[in-house]
T-cell receptor, first 112, second 115 residues
Framework: AQSVTQPDIHITVSEGASLELRCNYS??????LFWYVQSPGQGLQLLLK??????LVQGIKGFEAEFKRSQSSFNLRKPSVHWSDAAEYFC??????????FGTGTRLQVFP | DTAVSQTPKYLVTQMGNDKSIKCEQN?????MYWYKQDSKKFLKIMFS???????INETVPNRFSPKSPDKAHLNLHINSLELGDSAVYFC??????????????FGPGTRLTVL
């Protein structure tokens, strides 16, 4: 069965520090992978997605993610975090039956 | 211009009542979805419609009935509300039928509280 694991429930970083949010997936075929961000009281916004090709994908707001098939991972990174990045981050895998399966999310706190 | 809108934003009601949540998208998309986010932030798909036709129907109690009057609207009606229905419900839409590859655009959510 398809699944997504985000091992870190809560991460705290200082503003200006680098960030890596982990995501591991389980899926039998080539996955479609997504990262979404949810700001407090808001809906989800797509940061980036991977379907095929270059395994390093660039997204909005300075985020990037790298697909590593050997590790079944799709970790999200940002070289320098801003206070406005504080939010909940969700990794998701898209299946060929047209539904997204989400991880449980990682809450990011940013200290000044 | 709001792409995916939901009403109401907050809904507080008693157990046993029937309530509806409305969703509209002005993106011209063909596919719309309902997701439920529980208190632990876990998001799970409930339904999807493509051009008013039901495509995905996850294991959801039949007290939940989606209705799509046209492809720009997907409403969620809930009968006999229970405490466990308290959650945030998100509507989303995507361009085509391959929802897993098309970007899904989410509404702001409706926080339902059942007392």
């Amino acid at each position: 069965a398809q699944s997504v694991t985000q091992p870190d429930i809560h991460i705290t970083v200082s503003e200006g520090a680098s960030l890596e949010l982990r995501c591991n997936y389980s899926y039998g075929a080539t996955p479609y992978l997504f990262w979404y961000v949810q700001s407090p009281g808001q809906g989800l916004q797509l940061l980036l997605k991977y379907f095929s090709g270059d395994t390093l994908v660039q997204g909005i707001k300075g985020f990037e993610a790298e697909f590593k098939r050997s590790q079944s991972s799709f970790n999200l990174r940002k070289p320098s975090v801003h206070w406005s990045d504080a939010a909940e981050y969700f990794c998701a895998v898209g299946t060929h039956t047209d539904k997204l399966i989400f991880g449980t999310g990682t809450r990011l706190q940013v200290f000044p | 211009d709001t792409a995916v809108s939901q009403t109401p934003k907050y809904l507080v009601t008693q157990m046993g009542n029937d309530k509806s949540i409305k969703c509209e998208q002005n993106l011209g998309h063909d596919t719309m979805y309902w997701y439920k986010q529980d208190s632990k932030k876990f998001l799970k798909i409930m339904f999807s419609y493509n051009n008013k036709e039901l495509i995905i129907n996850e294991t959801v109690p039949n007290r939940f009935s989606p209705k799509s009057p046209d492809k720009a609207h997907l409403n969620l009606h809930i009968n006999s509300l229970e405490l466990g229905d308290s959650a945030v419900y998100f509507c989303a839409s995507s361009l085509g039928t391959s929802g897993s590859t098309d970007t899904q655009y989410f509404g702001p959510g409706t926080r339902l509280t059942v007392l």
